[in-house]
Nanobody
Framework: QVQLVESGGGSVHAGGSLRLSCAASGRTFSGHVIGWFRQAPGKEREFVAVISWSGLSTRYTESVAGRFTISRDTAKNAMYLQMNNLNPDDTAVYYC????????????????WGQGTQVTVSS
């Protein structure tokens, strides 16, 4: 049974930083892609970033490119999202995801989801 558990969310002021972590268990994920989505109140869930299991390829949504960095530690079956220069528009529940259908931006492209961690950025 695959399980993804996020941690590291919290409340920060604009301009601050947070590092989200996601621990994966239940199977091997070689050949998969791993990433993050987020959902703000009243909005649809949106793609944030994705990285290949090899770590060689990444993709970011435009609004976070240059501020967020996705990474993974295959030895620990873990992934991370370093978020810098946060602004109130980044306020959302953040979900880690794993899938096998390339670097898609649709929720349908991902098979496994964590329970989410709240990030709140105040102005």
């Amino acid at each position: 049974q695959v399980q993804l558990v996020e941690s590291g969310g919290g409340s920060v002021h604009a301009g601050g930083s947070l590092r989200l972590s996601c621990a994966a268990s239940g199977r091997t994920f070689s050949g998969h892609v791993i990433g993050w989505f987020r959902q703000a109140p009243g909005k649809e869930r949106e793609f944030v970033a994705v990285i290949s299991w090899s770590g060689l390829s990444t993709r970011y949504t435009e609004s976070v490119a240059g501020r967020f960095t996705i990474s993974r530690d295959t030895a620990k079956n873990a992934m991370y999202l370093q978020m810098n220069n946060l602004n109130p528009d980044d306020t959302a529940v953040y979900y880690c995801v794993i899938g096998r259908r390339g670097f898609g931006t649709s929720t349908d492209d991902y098979d496994y989801w964590g329970q989410g961690t709240q990030v709140t950025v105040s102005s």
